[in-house]
């Protein structure tokens, strides 16, 4: 019934910048907090932005002030705005509730990948 769809990642060189969007459905988009989750090869999956349906952003000390989250109620999209990137940000980026586990599934994901 959830469906998450991730967009706009791809390869990009350190120091460049991507824009992520997710589309989302089937949860109360405009009430619940919004997040932007990230997994590399061989690490845990981690919550790198938050979102609140207030607004109200937070951020992972990795990605901080690097990283802005936004989102457009009336689209049901959250967006995340990624600048200065580096390869330690390589990872394939979901965007989610948070908790996630208020939505019981997960999108595909977008690759992203910083490289020379």
């Known amino acids: 019934q959830v469906q998450l769809v991730e967009s706009g990642g791809g390869l990009v060189q350190p120091g460049g910048s991507l824009r992520l969007s997710c589309a989302a459905s089937?949860?109360?988009?405009?009430?619940?907090?919004m997040g932007w989750y990230r997994q590399a090869p061989g690490k845990q999956r981690e919550l790198v932005a938050t979102?609140?349906?207030?607004?109200?952003?937070s951020y992972a000390d990795s990605v901080k002030g690097r990283f802005t989250i936004s989102r457009d109620n009336a689209k049901n999209t959250v967006s995340l705005q990624m600048n200065s990137l580096k390869p330690e940000d390589t990872a394939v980026y979901y965007c989610n509730a948070v908790p996630y586990y208020l939505s019981r599934s997960w999108g595909q994901g977008t690759q992203v990948t910083v490289s020379s």
């Open positions: 089937g949860i109360s988009f405009s009430v619940n907090a």
């Open positions: 979102i609140t349906g207030g607004g109200s952003t």
